[in-house]
């Protein structure tokens, strides 16, 4: 068994920054401010032929209220769920009684617990380690989280208990002071089909992923930018793998003016493109508004599989809902591929019917198909509505072949290639998604010409076949004057 380390603390100890030192990723936003982590974050860690799973979590200050008495919920559990927790605190700043708060409960709890000191550069560590022994949690472990100080001796404590991985190759894997982060990467097949949530601030994007999880596992309030980091929760349904991956909604540029936001927008765009399938979520009683075009440009172009969800249906009059339906048949008609699930996120309505949207997207972008079925298709597409003339020439389309999946690349040899219009082409999207059955992924159309590789290489004669040549020249302007003599 795997085990299951949190990070807990009280705000801006250095928790997130640990997180990626350990993780070797940069998955956790990190700023000089405050309260930037908000949900449980999980990433997976090997040091020295031990694997183990790290929790990031909020701070604790023990007098939270809203949203930031949902993070403290966020943290204890994690705790709950952790075989060992280490709880930070701020060498610099000292003990403070959010400290003692936390160490107090560590102990009711009775949690395996190590007190580690982060931010021990530039300071004696011994007077500052010293001044945390009223908490009774023992001798605190002093690092430097930022420059991976102490770290090593860290996870020596830590996990030493327990055992080193099986069937695993020892691989020195000490996190070495100012080493630069580097992601290292897992089996695909592990995380099943990765499904981001996308769409504009409040729309309901963390409400949609706990209706599908079944549990309150990100912060949902009543408040645009609540979700700040990418989270990728894996999980499974009728014994099928999913990673859901909850997403900050994404605002147009003239509106982002916190760093932070900026940090968030880049994360999103980053999981769109780590993604396999996208459930885009409108807000319904908003109905499609322009930068929800954007977004979804945006995800067309990194090439995922799409699916559209209306939340907030309920509740709506039947002449509302025969407006945002005209809306979407008029302004989404670049995604008509795309299945469109009508939903409630808070009640659930429909939310159970994604699944099978999401399952028929990603087969469409994933399969492959012979040579000889695509080049069949593309024969009868000429047949019936051939290629049009340019300059007088025909052009020729010869066979079909698949360039790459998710999504599905289909590369076509002919002549003329780059005169062939962009209507022809779409004509052949069509009739690929058409004959194929595809949903839910785009297509994309790429030519290569048939030009002769050797067009313009001339071969250099050797000394011998130039004299030949020259020979050959004599002769035949020798032949040609006896013929002109004999006349």
């Given at each position: 068994m795997v085990p299951v380390i949190a990070l807990v603390g009280r705000p801006n100890v250095g928790k997130s920054t640990m997180f990626n030192r350990l993780t070797r990723?940069?998955?956790?936003?990190?700023?000089?401010?405050?309260?930037?982590?908000?949900?449980?974050?999980?990433?997976?860690?090997?040091?020295?032929?031990?694997?183990?799973?790290?929790?990031?979590?909020?701070?604790?200050?023990?007098?939270?209220?809203?949203?930031?008495?949902?993070?403290?919920?966020q943290s204890l559990l994690a705790i709950e769920e952790a075989d060992v927790v280490l709880f930070l605190v701020d060498a610099r700043a000292g003990l403070t009684a959010a400290d003692q708060m936390i160490s107090e409960h560590l102990r009711k709890r009775n949690k395996r617990s190590f007190l580690v000191a982060n931010k021990i550069d530039n300071?004696?560590?011994?007077?500052?380690?010293?001044?945390?022994?009223?908490?009774?949690?023992?001798?605190?472990?002093?690092?430097?989280?930022?420059?991976?100080?102490?770290?090593?001796?860290?996870?020596?404590?830590?996990?030493?208990?327990?055992?080193?991985?099986?069937?695993?190759?020892?691989?020195?894997?000490?996190?070495?002071?100012?080493?630069?982060?580097?992601?290292?990467?897992?089996?695909?097949?592990?995380?099943?089909?990765?499904?981001?949530?996308i769409g504009r601030p409040n729309v309901g994007k963390s409400t949609l992923v706990n209706r599908m999880l079944g549990e309150d596992r990100v912060i949902v309030y009543d408040q645009p930018g609540t979700t700040r980091d990418s989270i990728y929760i894996p999980f499974e349904r009728n014994e099928?793998?999913?990673?859901?991956?909850?997403?900050?909604?994404?605002?147009?540029?003239?509106?982002?003016?916190?760093?932070?936001?900026?940090?968030?927008?880049?994360?999103?765009?980053?999981?769109?493109?780590?993604?396999?399938?996208?459930?885009?979520?409108?807000?319904?009683r908003e109905g499609v508004v322009d930068h929800d075009l954007n977004l979804l440009g945006f995800a067309l172009e990194a090439g995922r599989a799409i699916v559209i969800a209306l939340n907030k249906w309920d509740g709506m009059q039947p002449s509302e809902r025969d407006y945002v339906k005209t809306e979407l048949e008029r302004r989404l008609f670049f995604v008509d591929f795309a299945d469109i699930h009508f939903i409630s996120a808070l009640h659930g309505t429909g939310v159970g019917n994604l699944y099978q949207s999401v399952q028929n997207s990603f087969k469409s972008a994933v399969t492959r198909w012979p040579t000889s079925r695509l080049t069949q298709i593309l024969e009868d597409a000429?047949?019936?509505?051939?290629?049009?003339?340019?300059?007088?020439?025909?052009?020729?389309?010869?066979?079909?072949?698949?360039?790459?999946?998710?999504?599905?690349?289909?590369?076509?040899?002919?002549?003329?290639?780059?005169?062939?219009?962009?209507?022809?082409?779409?004509?052949?999207?069509?009739?690929?998604?058409?004959?194929?059955?595809?949903?839910?992924?785009?297509?994309?159309?790429?030519?290569?010409?048939?030009?002769?590789?050797?067009?313009?290489?001339?071969?250099?004669?050797?000394?011998?076949?130039?004299?030949?040549?020259?020979?050959?020249m004599s002769h035949h302007k020798k032949a040609e004057k006896k013929r002109k003599d004999k006349r």
């Open positions: 990723t940069r998955d956790a936003i990190v700023g000089d401010l405050s309260g930037l982590t908000r949900d449980r974050q999980y990433g997976e860690a090997r040091w020295q032929g031990r694997s183990y799973i790290l929790v990031d979590t909020g701070g604790i200050s023990g007098d939270e209220h809203g949203m930031d008495e949902k993070m403290a919920e300071i004696d560590p011994q007077i500052a380690i010293a001044e945390f022994s009223p908490l009774g949690m023992g001798n605190a472990i002093g690092v430097a989280g930022a420059q991976g100080r102490g770290v090593n001796n860290l996870l020596e404590v830590v996990l030493s208990d327990f055992p080193r991985d099986k069937d695993e190759e020892e691989i020195d894997t000490d996190v070495a002071e100012g080493e630069e982060a580097v992601r290292i990467p897992g089996p695909s097949e592990k995380d099943g089909i990765k499904i981001a949530i099928e793998k999913y990673t859901l991956i909850d997403t900050a909604g994404v605002r147009k540029r003239g509106k982002i003016h916190e760093e932070v936001e900026k940090f968030s927008v880049v994360k999103t765009l980053q999981a769109i493109k780590d993604a396999n399938v996208v459930i885009f979520v409108m807000d319904a000429i047949s019936d509505h051939q290629p049009p003339m340019v300059n007088g020439r025909r052009i020729k389309l010869r066979y079909a072949h698949l360039g790459g999946a998710n999504p599905p690349i289909i590369v076509i040899h002919g002549n003329q290639v780059e005169k062939v219009p962009k209507s022809y082409s779409r004509y052949l999207e069509n009739t690929y998604r058409r004959v194929l059955k595809l949903v839910g992924t785009p297509i994309r159309i790429e030519y290569k010409g048939s030009d002769n590789p050797y067009e313009g290489n001339k071969n250099t004669l050797t000394d011998r076949q130039v004299n030949k040549k020259r020979r050959l």
